[in-house]
């Protein structure tokens, strides 16, 4: 069975600019959760999708978006880029998801390295 | 706001001792979970936990709800288990979203 993948696996952008991350989940996995992870910040929770609506929300501005497909397959955007944007971006996966608070692992992509020049 | 406390930030174990990692939470906090992530990123869930106790060969996680305290304890520690261990916690936020709080991590070495 595939695990989550993510792509790209690294991405250089400058100031400015906008970036779209990928993410794939498990087969049969609905719900798609983003984190970010900074060295300063540690890991945060950017937002989740279940059955292509946003279903939870993090303290993130509205330049970090998302989306989710019929697939489940799900991608993140951050428009006009900033230093700070820097950082390595998770997906995780699940069946049904963090909100219905079941027993369930979550299942975490490599990450998307994004450093922003 | 949900938080999570973890301790100690960073250990160093000879390979064989018994470790064990804490984490406190806040309120507002229903189910923990524990993670673990090697030197590249990669992140792997080892337990979530909302009650009891989990085992999962060398690795035993308990909760305290009552306290909201965990613990993850590694028998018989081995240089494999290097790593940086980190518990996040489950909750709803004031604005009433369901997110996972993580704490800062525990960077453990087990020396051989």
């Known amino acids: 069975k595939a695990g989550v993948t993510q792509t790209p696996r690294y991405l250089i952008k400058t100031r400015g600019q906008q970036v779209t991350l990928s993410c794939s989940p498990i087969s049969g996995h609905r719900s798609v959760s983003w984190y970010q992870q900074t060295p300063g910040q540690g890991l945060q929770f950017l937002f989740e999708?279940?059955?292509?609506?946003?279903?939870n929300k993090g303290n993130f501005p509205g330049r970090f978006s998302g989306r989710q497909f019929s697939n489940s397959r799900s991608e993140m955007n951050v428009s006009t880029l900033e230093l700070g944007d820097s950082a390595l971006y998770l997906c995780a996966s699940s069946l049904v998801g963090q909100g219905a608070l079941t027993n369930e692992k979550l299942f975490f992509g490599s990450g998307t390295q994004l450093s922003v020049l | 706001k949900n938080e999570v406390e973890q301790s100690p930030q960073n250990l160093t174990a000879q390979e064989g001792e018994f470790i064990t990692i804490n984490c406190s939470y806040s309120?507002?906090?229903?189910?923990l979970h524990w993670l673990q992530q090697h030197p590249g990123g990669g992140i792997v869930s080892l337990f979530m936990?909302?009650?009891g106790k989990k085992k999962h060969g060398r690795l035993i996680a308990t909760i305290n709800i009552q306290e909201k305290h965990s613990s993850l304890h590694i028998t018989a520690s081995h240089p494999r288990d290097s790593a940086v261990y980190i518990c996040?916690?489950?909750?709803?936020?004031?604005?009433?979203?369901?997110?996972?709080?993580f704490g800062k991590g525990t960077k453990l070495s087990v020396i051989p």
């Open positions: 999708y279940f059955s292509e609506t946003q279903r």
């Open positions: 309120v507002g906090i229903s189910a």
């Open positions: 936990l909302s009650s």
């Open positions: 996040a916690g489950g909750g709803y936020s004031g604005a009433g979203s369901y997110q996972l709080t």
